[in-house]
């Protein structure tokens, strides 16, 4: 690290030479006591001049993964006697502390960074300038800061039967497949194949036909969460708290994921749109570790792709859970198919609820004086979804707005009522 003469020291150095040289040309000795301050500053600097090959200063993060509304450090520490002045630009995805990214204190120097969205967080290069004690020598230095992680705050209820179970009692889904397992599913009349070890003597001496038990596969039901990144739709600042659908969309995502594997079940998670892809169904904390790891390193702020990408593989009985602003149709198509194939499907609406909604000042007046229509807009754009989210709801896929934690007993009671209707069966219908 160079060290170079701070403008204290140059200015130092220039009156002492100026006024040495005007002593002589004027030859007047008393110019001499005048800059005999000048001459021994300067020399007591060059003689402080830090020696070649000193180690610069340590520049490092405190943490490389946080969590959303999490700090992390970047800390600057320098040798003894050392001033240390650190500058971090401010940006729009992180807080700064101090608010304009400015610290200074001896020895070394913290700027707090708190995160305020999830995924891959780049953050500018540090500035750093260090000085000696007393501000003579100065080396400044610029310094690349590694990418920083965000994982999503995951709104899990505390309770495990907050979100009952589309199939089964507590613990694990039970599979709707016939086959080989513990769990009784029927009593039907015996057929050539049947285990004689599973015959019901009971039935069979009550009613003289020989009956065997019909059990289900000891194979769980999938829990599929599908996640709509197609578009993000947020709120204007001056319109109220700041609000966006992806945002909505990843929390709603990340409790349920975590909520279903800490019960046990197998979930697997499917991306409509680019951003982070498909996660095969498994079981296990290590499956979520798998998901905010794909979450963290995500860019939010990029692109997220113009087709939709539709499920693939699906086992019947699925329990699929769509959270999507429900803005496309290709949306509504593929939660149709979904429903057609066999799962059972519940859709979680993550536009935000303050978007479009008019203040009563508005809903009566019809003045046009105002410039922007932004509000009536989007006023016209949720009544252009009610029609085929009514369609849904009539087909027994409920639909309820995302509202955190609270908004989950909702959610159960649009699942209970789901499993009363009976489900309608047949070719495939579009939803528009």
């Not at 992680?149 to 309770?159: F, L, Q, Y």
């Not at 079981?283 to 979520?288: E, N, S, T, Y």
């Not at 086992?315 to 429900?326: D, I, M, N, Y």
């Not at 046009?368 to 027994?396: C, M, N, V």
Request: glycine fraction near 8%.
């Amino acid at each position: 690290m160079r060290y170079r003469p701070t403008t204290a020291l140059a200015r130092t150095s220039v009156l002492a030479a100026g006024t040495l040289v005007l002593a002589l040309l004027a030859r007047q000795p008393a110019l001499v006591i005048i800059a005999a301050p000048f001459v021994c500053w300067t020399v007591y600097g060059v003689l402080r001049r830090p020696m070649r090959g000193e180690p610069g200063p340590e520049v490092g993060l405190t943490a490389r993964r946080v969590r959303t509304g999490e700090a992390v450090e970047l800390r600057v520490t320098a040798g003894p006697d050392r001033i240390v002045d650190v500058s971090l630009a401010p940006g729009q995805r992180f807080d700064l502390d101090p608010q304009w990214g400015a610290a200074c204190d001896r020895d070394g120097a913290a700027v707090r960074i708190r995160p305020q969205r999830w995924g891959r967080l780049e953050l500018p290069p540090a500035h750093v300038v260090v000085t000696d004690d007393a501000g003579l020598w100065q080396a400044r230095t610029t310094q690349e800061l590694p990418p920083v992680t965000v994982s999503p705050v995951a709104a899990v209820p505390g309770r495990g039967d907050v979100v009952p179970h589309p199939t089964g009692l507590a613990g694990l889904h039970a599979s709707r497949r016939p086959g080989d397992g513990s769990s009784l599913a029927d009593i039907r009349r015996f057929q050539p194949g049947d285990r004689l070890s599973r015959v019901n003597w009971r039935v069979t001496s009550r009613t003289g036909i020989l009956h065997t038990n019909a059990t289900t596969a000891d194979r769980d039901t999938d829990v599929l969460v599908v996640m709509d990144t197609l578009a993000d739709v947020t709120v204007a600042p001056d319109r109220g708290p700041a609000e966006s659908s992806l945002d909505a969309t990843v929390v709603a995502a990340a409790s349920l994921v975590e909520h279903y594997l800490r019960l046990g079940d197998r979930v697997g998670v499917h991306d409509l749109g680019s951003m982070i892809g498909d996660i095969p169904p498994r079981a296990g904390i290590r499956q979520f570790a798998v998901f905010d790891t794909q979450l963290a390193h995500a860019r939010a702020d990029r692109p997220r792709g113009l087709y939709l990408r539709r499920v693939g593989r699906l086992r019947p009985g699925t329990f699929a859970v769509v959270c999507s602003p429900l803005l496309a149709d290709d949306v509504f198509d593929e939660i149709g198919r979904l429903h057609h194939r066999g799962a059972s499907v519940i859709v979680i609406d993550t536009l935000p609820a303050s978007l479009g909604m008019l203040p009563p000042r508005r809903r009566r007046s019809l003045r046009t004086d105002h410039i922007s229509f932004w509000d009536e807009a989007w006023a016209l754009r949720r009544l252009e979804r009610e029609e085929p989210i009514q369609k849904l709801r009539e087909r027994g896929v409920p639909v309820t707005p995302w509202r955190g934690v609270e908004g989950i007993g909702m959610l159960a009671a649009e699942l209970a009522a789901n499993h009363a209707r009976p489900r309608v069966s047949g070719r495939a219908e579009t939803v528009r």
